[in-house]
């Protein structure tokens, strides 16, 4: 059964950081590609980064990029998100996918399983 669960989240000032982490199991980690995705109330679900197989390959969001860090630790079957100077509009829920799909890693459609998401909340 494939799980993936997300920790990490909660309420921050601006200009804080914060790490998210995202535990997955049930599947071989390392033959998926991972993802964060963010969605704020009254908004559609966003694609925040991306990063490929061997964690060689990120990818970044317009507006998440230069603070926020993917990564991966795949003999832990860990993802992570570091998320530095952050802003009210980083409020959202945040959530982690993967995908075995050879399409854009931003490709939101692609990602066939999902956490549950974490809550940050970003005040100003």
């Known amino acids: 059964q494939v799980q993936l669960v997300e920790s990490g989240g909660g309420l921050v000032q601006a200009g804080d950081s914060l790490r998210l982490s995202c535990a997955v199991s049930?599947?071989?980690?390392?033959?998926?590609?991972l993802g964060w995705f963010r969605q704020a109330p009254g908004t559609e679900r966003e694609f925040v980064a991306g990063?490929?197989?061997?964690?060689?390959?990120?990818y970044y969001s317009e507006s998440v990029q230069g603070r926020f860090t993917i990564s991966r630790d795949n003999a832990v079957n860990l993802v992570y998100l570091q998320m530095n100077d952050l802003k009210p509009e980083d409020t959202a829920v945040y959530y982690c996918?993967?995908?075995?799909?050879?399409?854009?890693?931003?490709?939101?459609?692609?990602?066939?399983?999902w956490g549950q998401g974490t809550q940050v909340t970003v005040s100003s």
């Open positions: 990063i490929n197989w061997s964690g060689t390959f990120t």
């Open positions: 996918a993967c995908t075995s799909a050879f399409g854009h890693i931003k490709d939101m459609a692609q990602y066939a399983f």
């Open positions: 049930g599947f071989t980690m390392e033959h998926y590609r």
